[in-house]
């Protein structure tokens, strides 16, 4: 290591303090840019009259969190400020009903370095306006109502089951709150411990989470039920040739090391930020570099790594469930619980999201089929018993596929046969051949051929007659009685 400190800063902090304070502050550390939106609206036919704080507490939650994941763009947050209180806010008397509602809604986006703040402020302004517009728009169109009905129905919230609708909505002007990291040293005691060049006198209440810097002079009588998180002086074995890579699903990071700045995925994040995901990591590079390397920096950034780069998925797999739910998507527009636990949750390709959460519909989720060992064709009950139809389209349900000796048949006829046997012909078709054999109809005191046409066509078989080789047979086998059935036409 060099003996004379670099002439340049260091892009990223250093894991211990300085024992020297700074002689001049820095202008690289950055800030961060907030957008405000209050969002004031009264819910009609909602049931205040039994709601106590707690329960109050919960809807507040239940209100945040559809606010959040439904109505929302990504990267927005929401928080009740005050739920029920009486507002005057036009100087109109609420009705009995009517309960208003107070909402923050918020963004937050971190800039580095500072003078790339301004250009994220004006950013992040235009995205609060384009948010504002949005909610507006659905709060004409219904959803909001729709979407409140919808899941306060499914969660059992019974104080809205009288929930008519929004009778008011008015929403601030965004405003935008930038801060800066401050080079100088605060009034206010610092969230960690200070380091002292001498023990305290007084053992603490609480074991320290960081090893004494000098071994104890007495050895513990009894072994550590864990390993040391600090290597050993002597080697184990012979170490590897190449260092390992992290497994599993990892997400996008900031990296601002001199000459490489940029979003990575390779699960080299520092804890801090493993320990907050919500605010430092994001699914998709996109995201990330919007979120940290914002203005001129951005398209630098998403350029860094191409999507075919060997270590990198730009893009990771989640379940649609508040979309259509049909599969798997990687928009990055998945709900921030999902970050926070993206183990679970998120996957590196469609097939293993699929498998995951979409096991009983998998091949509609990954938009493939198996090979069809068994035939094409399949019975469509979409016509219901009137209209008897088998297919061989290819869009047989999933079910069906994990199931193809009993649903699917390699013709047409073993289609009708095994699953429309009452009415064959009609689902036949155009294709409905009979197979010149002979069969007995009553209504006629004959045998007549199974054909279509003229005598002695007698129409298709149905699948429970019985046929014979020729008339003689047939006749004397199931009209045996009629010496007329040989000469009589059908």
Sequence with gaps: PSTAPSSHPS???????????????????????????????????????EI??????????????LIKDTILPRGFDASVLRFGEMLV???????????????????????????????????????AVDASSAIDTQVNDGIVTESIQSQASDQQITAFD??????????????????????????????????????????SWKPSKQPSSEPSSVPSSDPSSEPS??????????????????????????????????????GDEPDYMALDPTQWLSSSMSACCKKFFGGYMYDSCVGRYPPDHDDCNVMLYYPDWNGNNKGCVDDGQEPYYMLSNHQYFLSNTREECCKKFYEWDLYTCTGTIPDLTHGEYYPDWSGGSSNP???????????????????????????????????????????????????????????????VGASPCGGIAESWDEVFSDKKTCCEKKLWWDNRCRTRSG
């Design 89 to 127: 806010t036009d100087g109109r008397m609420l009705q009995v009903g009517d309960v208003p509602v107070v909402v923050e809604v918020t963004e937050s986006v971190l800039c580095y370095p500072e003078d790339s703040c301004s250009g994220v402020a004006t950013s992040v302004l235009q995205e």
């Design 162 to 203: 009288g929930f008519s609708g929004i009778t008011s909505s008015v929403l601030s002007d965004p405003s935008i709150i930038v801060t800066f990291r401050s080079p100088a040293p605060s009034d206010a005691p610092s969230m960690s411990p200070s380091v002292s060049a001498q023990p305290s006198s007084d053992p």
């Design 389 to 451: 139809t088998c297919l061989n389209d290819n869009k047989m349900p999933t079910y069906m596929l994990n199931n193809q000796v009993w649903y699917l048949s390699k013709t047409l006829r073993k289609c009708c046969e095994r699953h429309f046997f009452w009415d064959i012909n009609k689902c036949l078709g155009n294709e409905a051949v009979g197979s010149d054999k002979w069969y007995v109809k009553y209504s006629a005191n004959t045998c007549v051929q199974d054909c």
């Design 229 to 266: 998180s600090l290597p050993s002086c002597s080697p184990s074995s012979a170490p590897t040739e190449s260092p390992s890579k992290a497994t599993g699903v990892n997400l996008f990071y900031p990296l601002w090391t001199t000459g490489n700045q940029g979003c990575r995925n390779d």
């Design 11 to 49: 892009f990223e902090p250093s894991s211990e303090p300085s024992s020297e304070p700074s002689s001049y502050p820095s202008t690289e550390f950055g800030g961060k840019v907030v957008a405000i939106i209050e969002w004031t609206m009264i819910l009609r036919g909602v049931d205040y009259s």
């Design 52 to 65: 106590d704080i707690n329960s109050a507490v919960e809807i507040s939650a239940f209100l945040e969190k």
